[in-house]
């Protein structure tokens, strides 16, 4: 039997790889007009950072972790998220020693053992950014604002940024106990998986996919903020209006990761099956210290790269054709296709995109080989034309033939 990819990966082939490119390219290119850096971490770091960075009660740590035992016994887990690696590396290499803020990003694959349905796989990419050494409310903004100025430089419509304040964890513990005075009267009428939440997370449980109607009337984490994360919350917004970036404001928005405080936000927009986030993140002012660093604030989010993708496909954006082939070679005969070889790599060096054919076929499938890559030109090279040093340049826009010196090809192609 054949063999096939794992479930929940996914084959990137020549034919969609363009849109990733394309899509790479311009989250580079954003993050470097913000004067974000890129740094690349490893793809696998030891299990306990995540169970300490991502949070040991939620999803991704409790059931979604690629997590093996290596040669050394070590435990080692496949990352399932860039921040925690990305902080394990800022405290590791003390970047908190520089003068100026960090603000770096990432293009990776990340690995989650997630049921699979469309826009959900077990190895997928994010675009991440990470922000860390301020607690500056105008780096919560600046981060909203680069993710939601990605979404729209790409090309896609209708992303809408939802906003919250997480608070602090005392605020959360405050906030909590409200919230189980509310909720334990329905909890017989909570999905199951609500109820389970109630113990381990009860933020969550407001977040409900399956059933809204029984929160109506439940406290508000916004109407349980304490001063300090008031003004941090009001200073978001007031940056936001002040760079015009649309927002909503969610009270419910909770994130599935632990180490959240003040701002919390999400990315969404409709057309890939049932899920609607395309991208997420927030500030996490505790977590540099929790892994061991010292007591530095970040903020950062990572966003769905397939999610992007289908979305792109969704909404039919034109991205980037592929690539035009500058000149296809057609040779005809022993002597002329030894000839070809020379010619293609002359021309290669010299800057130009050349193919030829391959496999010794007659001129007219040569012809729709060129023409199925979309050349400019095609270059015919027979045993005659070798002999008197020459070769027929054709143009495969308006059809017109030319003969140019072998040795004048490359000028001919660069006058057009
Ligand atoms: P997250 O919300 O777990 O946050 O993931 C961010 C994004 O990654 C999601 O919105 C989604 O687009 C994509 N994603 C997550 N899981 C999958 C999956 N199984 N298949 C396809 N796409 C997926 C984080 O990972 C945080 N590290 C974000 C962050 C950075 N917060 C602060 N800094």
Not at 104 to 122: H, K, S, T, V
Request: overall charge negative.
């Amino acid at each position: 039997m054949a063999f096939q990819k794992s479930p929940g990966t996914q084959d990137i082939l020549p034919s969609t790889v363009e849109r990733w490119q394309y899509v790479e390219r311009k989250a580079r290119e954003i993050c470097s007009r913000f004067n974000f850096r890129e740094i690349r971490t490893p793809m696998f770091e030891s299990t306990e950072l995540f169970q300490r960075g991502v949070g040991e009660t939620t999803d991704i740590v409790e059931k979604e972790m690629y997590t093996f035992t290596d040669r050394g016994d070590r435990s080692i887990t496949l990352r399932p998220e860039g921040t925690a690696g990305v902080v394990r590396s800022y405290v590791e290499n003390k970047l908190y020693g520089e003068p100026d803020v960090s603000k770096l990003y990432y293009i990776g694959p990340m690995f989650r053992y997630e049921r699979q349905q469309a826009g959900r796989y077990r190895q997928f990419h994010q675009f991440g950014v990470e922000a860390l050494g301020a607690v500056d409310p105008a780096l919560d903004a600046e981060v909203i604002a680069l993710g939601y100025t990605f979404y729209t430089e790409v090309g896609l419509k209708g992303v809408r940024v939802e906003l919250n304040s997480v608070g602090t964890p005392e605020v959360r513990a405050a906030f909590r106990e409200r919230l189980l005075a509310f909720l334990q009267p329905k909890r017989e009428l909570l999905c199951k998986d609500c109820q389970s939440r109630m113990e381990r997370n009860p933020l969550r449980v407001l977040d409900c996919k399956v059933d809204q109607k029984h929160f109506e009337g439940a406290p508000s984490i916004l109407d349980s903020l304490d001063e300090e994360c008031n003004v941090h919350f009001e200073k978001v917004k007031a940056y936001l209006n002040a760079m015009n970036i649309p927002y909503e404001i969610n009270p419910r928005l909770v994130r599935g990761l632990d180490y959240y405080t003040h701002t919390a936000f999400e990315y969404k927009a409709e057309g890939i099956g049932a899920i609607d986030t395309v991208g997420g993140g927030g500030r996490y002012n505790g977590l540099v210290a929790e892994i061991g660093g010292p007591d530095q604030p970040g903020i950062g989010f990572g966003l769905g790269i397939e999610r992007t993708i289908m979305l792109l496909e969704h909404q039919q954006t034109v991205t980037e054709e592929a690539g035009q082939i500058d000149v296809y070679f057609v040779g005809l005969g022993d002597a002329a296709e030894r000839e070809t070889v020379r010619l293609v790599y002359e021309l290669r060096k010299a800057g130009f995109r050349a193919e030829r054919d391959y496999l010794s076929r007659k001129m007219k499938a040569q012809m729709k080989s060129a023409d199925r890559l979309n050349a400019r030109y095609t270059a015919i090279l027979g045993d005659d034309e070798l002999e008197r040093g020459e070769i027929a340049l054709k143009s495969m826009v308006d059809g017109e033939q030319r003969v140019v010196p072998l040795n004048g090809l490359a000028e001919a192609l660069a006058n057009g």
